[in-house]
């Protein structure tokens, strides 16, 4: 008697739902094959009627890749574990620390307004001890005024 259905080989590529199978099995997010092959049909969007032919097709699946396919898995958890670690560099000598602060680009930014030459001009006037005296002057007349306010506020 000839026997029904597909040839072997000719099915549909199933290798990453497998992978998805597994990969719900090395996180803990699905409790057996059978419920993760359900969160994937669900996923998929798979027709009622077809549901039972697609859960079956990929448990027969599974149930033959089933080791390769968990050790790849956990080597992917691995590999996905280990480059999650964060970057700690510790005992970064204070030299080291002010170099990265003088490269930031936002001390470059800082750096070039300082250079403009407006900006230049305003802290050569603004150094200058005849205006730093006049400054003070304001300062403190405006010092007085506050002085005063407070004391008739006291009366």
């Known amino acids: 008697m000839a026997k029904r259905g597909r040839p072997k080989g000719s099915t549909y590529p199933d290798g990453p739902y497998l992978d998805q ?3 719900a099995l090395t996180r803990n997010s699905a409790k057996s094959a059978n419920a993760a092959i359900m969160k994937i049909a669900k996923s998929e969007g798979i027709p009622q009627q077809g549901l039972e032919a697609f859960r079956r097709r990929l448990h027969d699946k599974w149930s033959a ?3 390769e396919r968990m050790a ?3 080597e992917r ?3 996905h574990n280990r480059s999650a670690e964060p970057v700690v560099r510790r005992n970064r000598s204070t030299l080291e620390v002010l170099r990265s602060i003088e490269q930031s680009p936002a001390m470059k930014v800082a750096c070039m307004h300082e ?3 407006n900006v230049r001009l305003q ?3 603004y150094d200058h001890p005849q205006v ?3 400054k003070i002057l304001k300062d403190m007349s405006a010092a007085t005024r506050l002085q005063r306010m407070l004391y008739k506020l006291n009366v």
């Open 21 to 23: 199978i597994a990969d």
């Open 65 to 67: 890749q089933k080791k």
């Open 72 to 74: 790849k898995a956990r």
């Open 77 to 79: 958890r691995a590999e």
């Open 115 to 117: 250079n403009w030459p």
């Open 123 to 125: 802290t050569l006037y």
């Open 132 to 134: 730093r005296s006049q």
